[in-house]
C-alpha cells in the first residue's frame, strides 16, 4: 500500500460494528474512503441494555443520530449516573455523571465539605449534585446557562441493545457502507509480514482491505497468535455473570443500581422496553443454581432469558497491529461492574479517526493510537480495581476482592486520596474528579487532611456558601421535568 488507505472493512457483530463501520464511512466518506461492513451473527442477549457515558452523545451527533429518534427507536432512556445500594447499616451513594458542589473563594469544594464534616455537618457529598439530586427525584436534568455556570450537568442513556444495534445499521446502510453478511469469515494474510490482505466470508467471497477493524468481540477473529490477551493485574474478582430480562418498573428510573450481595453484586438498567438485570459472583463462592436464586432474591422481579456466562477480564498487549484495529471487546474485556463495554468501543473509533493514516507508511499513527489506548483503558479498569480494593463489605467475596493487589497507578490515587481528599491528575481518564471522590467518600475512605489553602476562608463564609449551593440545588431539581413525562415528550410510543 503506497497511498493513505481507501478501503477498510469492518468484521464484527453489534454495536461495535456497527458504530464503527458508520463513523468511519460518515467521517472518510468524503474523502474517498470506502467501509465495507461484513457481519457476523448476532451474540446479543435479548435483554441487554448498554449503559453508557455521556461522551456517546457527543459520537451520536457526528454520526447524525438525534436523540429523539434513539429514545423512539430502541426505547432507551437516560442515564444520570449509579445508585450504589450496599446492605445496612452502610449508607448508600451515588455516582454522578455531573459536577459535585461549586467552587468557593476559588478553590474546589470537596476540601470545604470534608472539613464541615469533621466539624459534625450530615449533608452527604451527592446533595450537593444538581444530577445526583435530580436522579434521586425521577427527573432528568436539562442544561441551562444557570446550570453550565454552576459546573457539568452530563448524563448517558439505557439502551436496549438489540434496537440498538438495528438503529445502528440503518445508519450505516444510508451512510453508504456496503455490507455482507457471514457465519464466520477466514483470514487471508501476508506470509511475509502478516499483513491481512483480505477476509474470506464462508460463502467463498474474497473482501479485499487496506486497513481492517476487528470489531468481533470476545471471538476476536482478526486477532493472531501474535496479539494475545493478558489478564489485569491481581485476582480477577468476578469470573461469571449472570444475565437476565425483567419487566419494566412502573416508574424508569434515570439510573443505574449496583446492590451488594455478600457473593457479588447485582446490577439493574431500566428502559422503557423492560429492565437488564446482571449478578456477578465468583464460581468457588456460588453454584449457578445458587447464583440464579441470589439473582431473583435480590432483584424481587420475575427474571425471563437467563444466561450464565464465563468472564475472563483483560486487554490485547497492542490493539493496533499491523493493518488491523481492535476495539471494543476485541481489543478489551473490563470487569461488568460499569458496564463500559460501549464507550471501550467508542473510544476506540474515535482514536482512530484521529489517527487514520495519511499515507501507507502508518507506524507513527499506530503506535500513537496504542499508546493512547493502553493508556485510557487501564484509566478504566482502575474504576472497578479501587471499588474491589476499598470495598469494606461483608462476605468471603468481598473479602478476597479487597485483599488482592491493585496497580500502582490505583495505589497512588488511593494514597492521594487518604492524605488529603484529593484526586491524583492522570491522562487519559473517563471519570472526573468529584466521581472519584464520591467513589472514594461513598466506601468509607477518609482522608486525613484536606489542603490548608482553604482555612483561610471563615467558618460563617463556607456556611453561606453550601446554603446557597443546596438552595440552587433544591431549585434546579424542582424545575426539572419527571423522566417518564419527558422519554415520552422526546421518544413517544414505540
Known amino acids: ?158 439502551l436496549p441493545a438489540p434496537a440498538y444495534a438495528g438503529l445502528l445499521k440503518s445508519l450505516a446502510q444510508r451512510a453508504g457502507a456496503t455490507l455482507h453478511q457471514a457465519r464466520d469469515v477466514l483470514v487471508e494474510r501476508d506470509g511475509a509480514d502478516g499483513t491481512i490482505r483480505a477476509v474470506i466470508a464462508d460463502a467463498g ?103 450464565i456466562e464465563t468472564l475472563a477480564a483483560g486487554r490485547r498487549e497492542t490493539q493496533w497491529a499491523g493493518n488491523c484495529i481492535a476495539i471494543g471487546a476485541a481489543a478489551c474485556r473490563l470487569d461488568p461492574l460499569f458496564d463500559l463495554d460501549l464507550h471501550v468501543a467508542q473510544l476506540g473509533i474515535v482514536h482512530l479517526l484521529s489517527l487514520f493514516p495519511v499515507s501507507g507508511a502508518f507506524a507513527a499513527e499506530r503506535d500513537e493510537y496504542n499508546r493512547i489506548l493502553g493508556s485510557t483503558l487501564a484509566r478504566l479498569h482502575d474504576a472497578s480495581a479501587a471499588f474491589y480494593g476499598l470495598n469494606r463489605f461483608e462476605g468471603p467475596f468481598w473479602q478476597a476482592a479487597r485483599a488482592g493487589p491493585v496497580t500502582e497507578a490505583v495505589a497512588h490515587k488511593i494514597a492521594a486520596f487518604q492524605a488529603r481528599g484529593e484526586i491524583a491528575p492522570m491522562e487519559d481518564e473517563s471519570f472526573a474528579a468529584d466521581w472519584w471522590q464520591a467513589l472514594f467518600a461513598g466506601l468509607g475512605a477518609a482522608p486525613r487532611s484536606w489542603p490548608p489553602v482553604i482555612d483561610a476562608t471563615s467558618p460563617e463564609h463556607i456556611k453561606d456558601e453550601f446554603r446557597r449551593i443546596l438552595g440552587f440545588v433544591k431549585r434546579k431539581v424542582l424545575e426539572q421535568p419527571a423522566h417518564d413525562a419527558y422519554l415520552q415528550l422526546q421518544g413517544g410510543a414505540a
Open 205 to 307: 467471497q474474497r473482501i479485499a482491505g487496506e486497513l481492517f477493524v476487528d470489531a468481533s468481540g470476545q471471538d476476536a477473529v482478526l486477532g493472531s497468535a501474535a496479539q494475545p490477551f493478558a489478564a489485569w493485574e491481581g485476582e480477577q474478582a468476578t469470573d461469571r455473570l449472570l444475565v437476565a430480562h425483567a419487566p419494566r418498573f412502573a416508574s424508569v428510573p434515570v439510573y443505574g443500581e449496583i446492590r451488594i450481595a455478600r457473593d457479588g453484586w447485582l446490577a439493574l438498567h431500566a428502559t422503557r422496553a423492560g429492565t437488564q438485570i446482571g449478578f456477578a459472583f465468583k464460581a468457588r463462592d456460588l453454584s449457578d443454581a445458587d447464583a440464579l436464586a441470589a439473582a431473583g432474591a435480590m432483584a424481587k422481579l420475575p427474571l425471563g432469558d437467563v444466561t
Open 1 to 158: 500500500m503506497n497511498g493513505a488507505p481507501n478501503r477498510v472493512v469492518v468484521v464484527g457483530r453489534d454495536a461495535a460494528l456497527w458504530l464503527a463501520a458508520t463513523a468511519l464511512r460518515r467521517a472518510l466518506g468524503g474523502a474517498g474512503v470506502e467501509v465495507v461492513a461484513v457481519e457476523l451473527p448476532a451474540r446479543l442477549h435479548p435483554g441487554r441494555v448498554h449503559a453508557s457515558l455521556p461522551p456517546l452523545e457527543a459520537l451520536h451527533n457526528r454520526l447524525g443520530l438525534d436523540e429523539a429518534t434513539l429514545l423512539r427507536a430502541t426505547q432507551g432512556g437516560y442515564a444520570l449516573g449509579w445508585n450504589l445500594a450496599p446492605p445496612a447499616p452502610a449508607v448508600p451513594f451515588f455516582l454522578a455523571h455531573g459536577s459535585y458542589g461549586a467552587s468557593i473563594d476559588g478553590n474546589p469544594f470537596f476540601p470545604y465539605w470534608l472539613k464541615a464534616r469533621g466539624l459534625g455537618m450530615n449533608a452527604a457529598f451527592e446533595d450537593f449534585s444538581p444530577t445526583a439530586m435530580a436522579a434521586r427525584h425521577g427527573r432528568v436534568l436539562l442544561p441551562d446557562a444557570e446550570t453550565e455556570a454552576f459546573g457539568r450537568t452530563d448524563y448517558g442513556y439505557h
